[in-house]
C-alpha cells in the first residue's frame, strides 16, 4: 500500500477533517505525531461557514483551533470553554438576536478578528494562520479554499400560512434550528465550482508520507473538501497511502449526523457503505484503506479493510486509532 519501506514511520502526515469528531481525531493524530516525530497538516472543511451579525464564521476551522489550543467547550462541543453572552443577550434585547445561533463573547472576539482581516483584503488562509499564533495547535491549519463555500441543504420549510415550502437553507440552519428533521431532497456546495485549493494544500497532499481521512461527516466534510475537483485529483495522485476511519460505529455515528446525510444522499449508513461511497483508489475513488470498529468489517472492492476500537475518549485512545491507520498503510515501526 506504500511506496515507503515496510517499518519506515509517517514523517509528514496530512489529514482531510471537518466537524468536531475531525477535532478531536486530530488530537490523537497530534499525540501519535509526538510521539513519532512527525509534522501535521489538517486540511480543513469550509462549506459551513456562514455569516453571522455581519462577522464571518468558520465553524470547522474554529472547532479545530479550540480543540488543539485546548479551549473548546467539552459539554456544548463547540465554542470555547469558560464563555459569556452578554452581546447574544443584548442582541435579544434589541430584537436582533437569532433564536436559533448563539455566538458567545470570547467566539465574538474570534469572528471580529477574522472578519477585519478578511474585509482588510487577507486570504482565509492567512488570516488562519494569523490566528493560530494565539495558540500553539501544533499543527499546520490549511482551509480547504480561499473562496467562498457555503453548504446548503434543498429541504421543505414550514410556511406560516399554507403548505411547507421547497428552499435552500444553510446547512447551519438546516442542523442548528431544524435539528436535521426537515424532509430535505440533497444538498449543494455554493460556490464550490469556482473555488480553488487554498495555499500549500496540493503540496501538503503531494509531498506527504500519509494522507488520513478523519471520522468526519462524509457527505457535508469530507465530501466538500472531496467535491473540490484539484484536492481529489491530488489525493487520487499522491504515492502516499490513503487511509480513512469510519464515522459510525454499529450504523450510528461516532458524533453529529453523519447517518441522516447519507440517507439523503441514498449511501446506507454503515461503515462499509460509507467505505465504498469514497471509494479505492485503483478505481475511480479516493481509499487505500479503510479502518472499521470490531463487528463491521467486511470487504470493499479494491480497499483493505482493518477492525480497530474506534471510541475517541480521550487523545491517548484516538493515537491508539491512528496508530492502527499507519499499521494498515504498511508504515508501522515494529
Not at 175 to 194: D, K, S
Not at 222 to 247: E, F, H, K, N
Not at 277 to 305: C, M, N, Q, T
Request: proline letters at 7%; charged letters at 20%; aromatic letters at 6%.
Amino acid at each position: 500500500m506504500t511506496s515507503q519501506a515496510p517499518g519506515s514511520p509517517p514523517h509528514s502526515i496530512v489529514v482531510l477533517a471537518g466537524g468536531v469528531g475531525g477535532a478531536k481525531y486530530l488530537l490523537g493524530v497530534r499525540r501519535w505525531a509526538q510521539q513519532h516525530g512527525a509534522e501535521v497538516t489538517a486540511i480543513v472543511n469550509t462549506g459551513d461557514d456562514a455569516t453571522m451579525h455581519g462577522l464571518r464564521v468558520c465553524p470547522d476551522l474554529d472547532s479545530v483551533m479550540y480543540t488543539l489550543a485546548g479551549t473548546h467547550d467539552p459539554e456544548r462541543g463547540w465554542g470555547q470553554v469558560g464563555e459569556s453572552w452578554v452581546v447574544g443577550e443584548e442582541l435579544a434585547e434589541y430584537g436582533a438576536g437569532s433564536t436559533w445561533f448563539s455566538l458567545g463573547d470570547k467566539d465574538i472576539a474570534t469572528h471580529l478578528v477574522r472578519t477585519q482581516m478578511l474585509d482588510a483584503g487577507y486570504p482565509l488562509s492567512d488570516v488562519t494562520a494569523a490566528l493560530c499564533t494565539r495558540w500553539p495547535i501544533g499543527v499546520r491549519l490549511l482551509p480547504m479554499s480561499d473562496q467562498r463555500v457555503e453548504t446548503h441543504a434543498i429541504a421543505e420549510v414550514p410556511a406560516q400560512d399554507g403548505p411547507p415550502v421547497q428552499r435552500a437553507l444553510h446547512f447551519q440552519e438546516w442542523w442548528v434550528r431544524y435539528r436535521a428533521q426537515l424532509p430535505t431532497e440533497g444538498f449543494v456546495q455554493v460556490g464550490l465550482e469556482h473555488a480553488r485549493p487554498g495555499p500549500g494544500v496540493l503540496e501538503a497532499i503531494g509531498e506527504a508520507d500519509l494522507v488520513l481521512v478523519a471520522p468526519s461527516n462524509p457527505v457535508v466534510s469530507i465530501g466538500t473538501i472531496l467535491g473540490l475537483q484539484a484536492i481529489r485529483d491530488a489525493v487520487r495522485a499522491t504515492d502516499a497511502p490513503v487511509v480513512g476511519t469510519a464515522p459510525l460505529i454499529g450504523g450510528s455515528p461516532l458524533r453529529g449526523m453523519a447517518d441522516t446525510c447519507l440517507r439523503i444522499v441514498g449511501v446506507e449508513p454503515t461503515a462499509l457503505a460509507v467505505g465504498a461511497h469514497y471509494g479505492a483508489r485503483s478505481g475511480d475513488g479516493v481509499l487505500d484503506g479503510w479502518l472499521v470498529a470490531p463487528g463491521d468489517g467486511g470487504s470493499i472492492e479494491g480497499v483493505e479493510v482493518a477492525e480497530a476500537p474506534l471510541l475517541m475518549s480521550d487523545p491517548d485512545a484516538t493515537a491508539a486509532m491512528v496508530d492502527a491507520a499507519v499499521r494498515l498503510a504498511g508504515l508501522a515501526d515494529g
